[in-house]
């Protein structure tokens, strides 16, 4: 699937090939069941156009800017207005290219 294909509120989302173009700083967020959790929001990039992806705990230090990733099982949705891409419990994310 192409970037500039995705609509929000889909599901079953994979992007084979997408170069990640920036990444925020890690913040700490509270969780509904009382927990915490870091998250982080990347730029990715393909050929057809730009996204949002949002990157929990582990994922933030799996992937660096210039990093050539792919995401299986991906959903989206609007948040704060803006098209959003998540991997999601049942995702993956996978480096192609540190």
């Known amino acids: 699937m192409r970037i500039s294909d995705i609509r929000s509120g889909m599901s079953k989302v994979t992007i084979d090939a997408a170069e990640v173009v920036s990444i925020s700083e890690a913040r700490e967020v509270r969780l509904k069941d009382g927990g915490k959790a870091k998250v982080a929001d990347c730029i990715i990039k ?37 098209n959003t891409l998540n991997i999601g419990r049942y995702g993956k994310l996978d480096v192609i290219e540190y």
């Open 46 to 82: 393909d050929d057809s156009g730009r996204i949002k992806l949002t990157l929990w705990n582990d994922q933030i230090d799996m992937v660096r800017e210039g990093s050539k990733i792919s995401i299986t099982n991906g959903y989206t949705k609007e948040f704060k207005g803006e």
